[in-house]
């Protein structure tokens, strides 16, 4: 029975893979990086989200110059539309990695 698990969970990640949704993040990401202005943005994006990942980790708050900075990455990829797809197919994606996330651990809020 347990290495049925790790098959079910192998046979589901191939699945995500498979997903419309999936490939349409996939193909959106290829986008941006074989375009210079997307992909630029995008590095930046992607740094300004670790920095402040790493600010609320330590507790701190973005400070207001902060804030301003991820208005304007906002605003940059609003107008980008190779980044405004692949935010648009992510959040897609992240409806059916949700439900699968609430289906599997249905079973580990019993043992709560």
């Not at 589901?12 to 630029?40: C, F, G, M, N, T």
């Not at 110059?65 to 959040?91: H, P, R």
């Amino acid at each position: 029975m347990s290495q049925e698990i790790y098959d079910y969970a192998n046979k589901l990640e191939r699945s995500i893979r498979a997903l419309p949704e999936y490939q349409k993040v996939k193909a959106s990401k290829e986008a941006i990086h074989s375009d210079q202005e997307a992909s630029q943005i995008f590095g930046d994006f992607i740094a300004m989200q670790e920095k402040l990942q790493g600010l609320m980790q330590s507790g701190q708050m973005p400070t207001s110059e902060e804030q301003a900075s991820i208005q304007e990455f906002s605003n940059k990829i609003e107008g980008n539309d190779l980044l405004k797809d692949y935010f648009d197919a992510q959040q897609a994606l992240s409806v059916y990695i949700g439900d699968i996330e609430r289906i599997i651990f249905a079973s580990l809020k019993d043992l709560l």
